[in-house]
């Protein structure tokens, strides 16, 4: 069984107790966990760290991690129940009405918002207090790496999303100081840049010395080179994505179909730098991925024991592969279900002719659907931002060439056409981060960070989705009103207002 990280009730609140009234009893408390009390031991500090991992868990169940972006994108929608099509269709509000209606908000941005700022104040108060506790040095800058990893992490998925966002660095000892103003993105991107050195500094292990669904040094340098990317900071994100590359910890896996496969997870980790660890329990940290991906009525064994057809591929987006792209092998047009008979695409899906089913997170074997991880960090992203860093600062030379084509030559394709101007070959890079990384979470991100979300959306429309009106104010979801309303210092993205 996985080795994953488990939240106590007692730990999902320590700073809860700094907001009560208070009023004099004369009583022991026995019972009780105040953050002026905790924090003093090894076991302390251990606990505090799982409890800023938790959070990720809460973004990834629905899982927002993915869900946002992918039902926003060109490559991927979902079949249009309990108000998904909301984020398909760009129709969604400052509420997030539909989705609060269809008890769907572990599906909507606002999950985002509320699960990383979760994660942000845990990891505030581990950062604060870790330093004076009684246990291993080297133990203790660890783990205060981690949480400085983290909260970078958290920050920074929280500006791709919602641009300017309040930086929080400190623990909320009382109400007033939970209450932060947005930072401009230029100052989120500096503090994020501040936590990865201070992980980068803390001594994490190297792989294949580190706990699974823990950051290694390497880790926290892919992360800080996708960072980097989304800034902008061309050479920081080559400078780190080398570094990377060149320690020569991680590999590409011979079969990108391995890479998914719930029995070869751990032979995967060799590429799957860092990913959402999920656990085959009851109770555990899952997410519905496998379900949502499956055709519909559990009918294909190879996909899951319980699936609902809720989530599907493009059939454009299935056209652009290269008929030779293994990539292409991760993704069908067709199943098998539980007599053994071949079901073809007309039937794949009743809202649809053209249905492509989505492979990555195939699950056969689990009753609860909790077996295959999220990738977070792969290691052909580094590749493709070392590409795309390279080419933008020099243009398509043979170093950004060879970095694409490491990349292009597990899928099983020829190298990239040569002699591309810059901006055809950034397009390329582009293109093979979308084959590459669909139903991961990330070409959305792409779309929106290069302008191109404009005009690529429009024309990702099907049978389904016939017309999709994506707007300049797409670019960013809007804040939760919910959020606006607790936090007179929190203004709404202009776009929004």
């Not at 660890?142 to 909260?151: D, H, N, V, W």
């Not at 500006?159 to 932060?180: C, M, Q, R, W």
Request: hydrophobic fraction near 40%; aromatic fraction near 12%.
């Amino acid at each position: 069984m996985k080795k994953t990280f488990k939240i106590t009730a007692s730990l999902c609140t320590l700073a809860a107790s700094m907001m009560l009234p208070s009023c004099e009893l004369n009583e022991t408390i026995y019972s009780s966990i105040y953050t002026e009390n905790f924090y003093k031991t090894a076991s302390d500090a251990e606990k505090g760290l799982v409890a800023v991992y938790g959070a990720l868990g809460s973004l990834s169940g629905g899982p927002a991690l993915t869900l946002i972006a992918d039902f926003s994108d060109d490559q991927t929608y979902p079949r249009g129940v309990v108000g998904r099509n909301t984020l398909t269709l760009f129709t969604y509000d400052v509420n997030y009405t539909t989705q609060k209606s269809n008890s769907r908000v572990n599906e909507s941005p606002q999950q985002i918002w509320q699960a990383c700022y979760i994660g942000i104040e845990k990891a505030n108060w581990v950062i604060a207090k870790v330093p004076d506790a009684t246990m291993d040095e080297n133990r203790k800058k660890q783990i205060l790496g981690e949480a400085y990893f983290l909260r970078a992490f958290y920050h920074w998925f929280l500006t791709k999303n919602f641009g300017d966002i309040p930086v929080k660095i400190t623990p909320s000892y009382t109400e007033e100081e939970a209450l932060t103003a947005k930072s401009p993105r230029a100052d989120v991107y500096k503090q994020i840049y501040s936590d990865l050195d201070q992980a980068s500094a803390a001594g994490l292990s190297s792989y294949p010395a580190v706990e699974k669904g823990r950051p290694s040094k390497e880790v926290v340098s892919a992360l800080y080179a996708k960072a980097a990317l989304y800034n902008e900071d061309w050479a920081k994100a080559l400078e780190k994505a080398k570094e990377v590359i060149n320690s020569n910890k991680y590999s590409l896996m011979a079969d990108v179909q391995d890479v998914y496969k719930y029995d070869k997870e751990d032979a995967a980790r060799i590429e799957n730098m860092w990913a959402y660890e999920v656990d085959p329990v009851s109770p555990g940290l899952g997410h519905q991925l496998v379900g949502l991906c499956g055709p519909s009525g559990s009918a294909a064994p190879a996909y899951a024991r319980t699936s609902f057809g809720s989530m599907f591929a493009y059939q454009a987006f299935f056209n652009s592969f290269d008929p030779t792209d293994k990539r292409r092998t991760l993704l069908d047009t067709n199943y098998i279900d539980k007599t053994g008979k071949t079901v073809p695409q007309k039937s794949i899906t009743p809202i649809t002719t053209q249905g492509v089913l989505i492979k990555k997170y195939q699950d056969p074997v689990s009753t609860i659907g909790l077996i295959p991880n999220i990738p977070i960090l792969r290691l052909p992203d580094v590749y493709l931002i070392a590409a795309e860093a390279e080419a933008r600062i020099n243009g398509a030379t043979t170093v950004a060439y060879e970095y694409v084509n490491a990349v292009r030559k597990r899928a099983g394709l020829a190298n990239l056409k040569t002699g591309l101007t810059k901006d055809a070959f950034i397009d390329a890079v582009l293109q093979e981060r979308a084959w590459e990384f669909f139903a991961e979470g990330d070409r959305w991100y792409d779309l929106t960070r290069t302008g191109k979300f404009l005009t690529v959306i429009p024309k990702a429309v099907n049978s389904v989705y016939p017309v999709r009106n994506v707007t300049a104010k797409n670019k960013y979801f809007p804040i939760p009103q919910d959020e606006i309303n607790a936090n007179a210092k929190l203004e709404q993205n202009p776009d929004w207002k």
